[in-house]
Every structure is written in C-alpha cells, then in structure tokens.
Nanobody, 127 residues
Framework: QPRLVESGGGSVQAGGSMKLSCKSPGFIFKTCGIEWYRQDAGKEREWVSTISTDSTKTYAESVKGRFTIFKDGTGDTVYLEMTNLKPEDTGMYRC?????????????????????WGQGTRVTVTT
C-alpha cells in the first residue's frame, strides 16, 4: 500500500526559504490534487495550500505571495516552496491527497488514495 512522505523541513531564520516535497516513493500521482496543512503545538490544524487535479492553485491568505505550490513534471512529487518565512509559519507540515479519482500507480498497479495523509515534516522558523 503506498504512503505519502513529506520531506524538506528543518530550522530556518525568519526571512529565509524552504522547499517541502510530498511524494509516494516509487508511485506516481494519477488524477490527484494535493493539499498542504500545518499545525503547531496548541493550535488547530490550518489549511495552507491546494493544487487541484487541473493544477489550479489556491493559498491561505496568511501565505499568499510567499508560498508556491507546484507539481514536478514527472507527476511523482508536489512541492511547497516557502519564502520570506515568519515565526508564525512554524509547525508540522503534512500533505494530503484530494479528488475522488485519485490513485497512486506503479508499474501498472494502482491504488485508490483519496484522503491519504503523510506523517509530516517539521518546519521551525526562528527570530
């Protein structure tokens, strides 16, 4: 069964940049949108950004103009590029598949993957 894996987190000073990735190792996204969420200790989970199956991109107001979501040309990775990071961007970032037809495929084997979550990657922005 495929799983989502996020990577690219770490610690950065305010004003810095970071690029997160979301992929299912060995699998390709088929007809999947991807959403990014974040959650910090003691706070509710917050939606950050979505790239839909037709590549429409939407962003939370708090990150608009600073974050960019995009797909890798091979179809196996979705990135969240974050610039001008602020301490309030700190949190665990997780990706999730969306779209009723979302499947993950490898060598002809495909698995339904609607609402699949990764374990997350931690982003810490320091002052």
């Amino acid at each position: 069964q495929p799983r989502l894996v996020e990577s690219g987190g770490g610690s950065v000073q305010a004003g810095g940049s970071m690029k997160l990735s979301c992929k299912s190792p060995g699998f390709i996204f088929k007809t999947c949108g991807i959403e990014w969420y974040r959650q910090d200790a003691g706070k509710e989970r917050e939606w950050v950004s979505t790239i839909s199956t037709d590549s429409t991109k939407t962003y939370a107001e708090s990150v608009k103009g600073r974050f960019t979501i995009f797909k890798d040309g091979t179809g196996d990775t979705v990135y969240l590029e974050m610039t001008n990071l602020k301490p309030e961007d700190t949190g665990m970032y997780r990706c999730k598949t969306v779209g009723g037809g979302c499947t993950l495929c490898r060598s002809g084997d495909c698995y339904r993957a609607l609402n699949s979550w990764g374990q997350g990657t931690r982003v810490t922005v320091t002052t």
